[in-house]
């Protein structure tokens, strides 16, 4: 069902089964799947692309202009997955030409109240953002990856996989996957979150003996690569290969 007061720009393709509130506004070029309720009074900007069974919250803005002073009105792109949910006054904007051209969010999301992604972020599937966590431009979060209130991330930042930021961090460095960060700090590995999420009891020993290679040890990087890479787990090849690929460091 679609509100009689709704704004639809004439090329904006709209799937069956979709519900757009009161007050809401749809931009051109804009693309929205089956299943996917638009509350009251949202904003979906100009080309985003909208997959299936989204839900959002009155006030959200979607895919709006981003914050770059370099941006000049091109014509770039908001692209999101299926099955994620955006509470009230979340703000996603689409992405520059000086990147990808586009801000991606995969399936799944959980994205709480006043929640901000920049320009350009990269998003995977099943991610948390509890109310007021922020993304600045050009970062990249891994699948499973739970932001916690007021948590705020620095522009080109990665966060891989599984990890969990606590509440209020400031985050200025690359975070390795499976690492539980608090007070800005690395506070040890994210074990409760791989439990419930089925890694055995074999894989979360190895990754604890990585934990313990790159922040107990006073190794080097590359030493810690050595030293992990002696470990059977294949899991652990993951925080092998985000370690080659930080980029700004990681948090020490």
Same mark, same amino acid.
């Given at each position: 069902m679609i509100h009689s007061t709704a704004i639809i720009h004439e090329t904006a393709k709209i799937a069956d089964g979709v519900t757009i509130g009161p007050y809401s506004i749809i931009g051109k070029n804009v693309h929205i799947g089956e299943g996917t309720n638009v509350g009251p009074h949202v904003v979906i900007g100009d080309y985003t692309e909208i997959g299936k069974n989204n839900r959002f919250f009155q006030f959200s803005s979607i895919g709006e202009e981003n914050q770059d002073k370099k941006y000049a009105g091109e014509p770039t792109k908001t692209i999101i997955g299926d099955g994620n949910v955006f509470r009230e006054c979340c703000t996603v904007h689409r992405g520059t030409t000086q990147d990808k051209s586009e801000t991606r969010i995969g399936n799944?999301?959980?994205?709480? @109240? *006043?929640?901000? /992604?920049?320009?350009?972020?990269i998003l995977g599937d099943n991610i948390i953002m509890s109310n007021n966590a922020t993304l600045a431009g050009h970062v990249g979060v891994g699948d499973h990856v739970i932001l916690s209130g007021f948590a705020k991330v620095h522009q080109f930042c990665k966060i891989g996989a599984h990890a969990f930021i606590g509440m209020d961090c400031a985050i200025s460095k690359d975070i390795p996957p499976f690492i539980l960060v608090a007070e800005n700090a690395p506070y040890g590995l994210n074990s409760e979150g791989l439990k419930r999420r089925g890694f055995s009891?074999?894989?979360?020993?190895?990754?604890?003996? @990585? *934990?313990?290679? /790159?922040?107990?040890?006073?190794?080097k990087i590359d030493e810690a690569i050595e030293e992990i890479s002696k470990l059977e787990d294949k899991s652990v090849n993951d925080m092998i290969s985000f370690l080659k690929n930080a980029s700004r460091g990681i948090l020490r």
């Open positions: 799944n999301g959980w994205f709480m @109240a *006043y929640t901000h /992604i920049a320009h350009d972020c009891a074999e894989a979360i020993s190895d990754l604890k003996k @990585a *934990y313990r290679a /790159i922040y107990r040890k006073s190794l």
